[in-house]
């Protein structure tokens, strides 16, 4: 959770300016909006609804096991094409695990990194949570 103030507005406006003298093109898109014949050199950054999430994307069911199935497919896709890809995601919340995504990782052999965070300043982390949220960053390289 940030605010929108005057730092952040010029770290934004810092980033801009660097990525535009930089070869790089930034898309918000679908991932599988992506032609992968066309693009051949390029990386791939996932952030997905997390599965084991409650949020206003994924309230009508929006996200669901099927979809997590399809980009975890495309994931594969990717890897078996040499594209790097990068995955973030939560494997565990409220107590929960994410068993497809943690059954996918070790079939596959894919790298995982732990995000140690603090969200103490977090509106959607309980503040005497006993059960710990696990963020992590899944890559193939």
């Not at 679908?30 to 996932?46: G, H, P, Q, T």
């Not at 078996?80 to 996918?104: C, D, P, Q, R, T």
């Not at 949220?133 to 899944?138: A, F």
Request: aromatic share 12%; glycine share 2%.
């Amino acid at each position: 959770k940030r605010d929108f103030n005057c730092i952040l507005r010029k770290n934004i406006h810092y980033f801009g300016a660097k990525v535009q003298k930089m070869n790089v093109t930034i898309r918000h898109s679908d991932f599988s909006d992506i032609d992968l014949e066309k693009n051949k050199n390029i990386f791939v950054y996932c952030d997905p609804p997390y599965l084991l999430g409650l949020a206003s994307y994924n309230e009508n069911n929006a996200w669901n096991e099927n979809e997590e199935n399809k980009l975890l497919s495309f994931l594969l896709t990717l890897n078996k094409k040499g594209i790097k890809f990068a995955l973030s995601n939560v494997i565990e919340h409220k107590g929960f695990k994410n068993e497809l995504l943690e059954k996918w990782i070790k079939e596959n052999k894919f790298n995982v990194h732990h995000i140690n965070s603090n969200y103490k300043n977090s509106n959607y982390q309980l503040k005497m949570n006993k059960f710990k949220t696990k963020e992590i960053l899944v890559t193939n390289y």
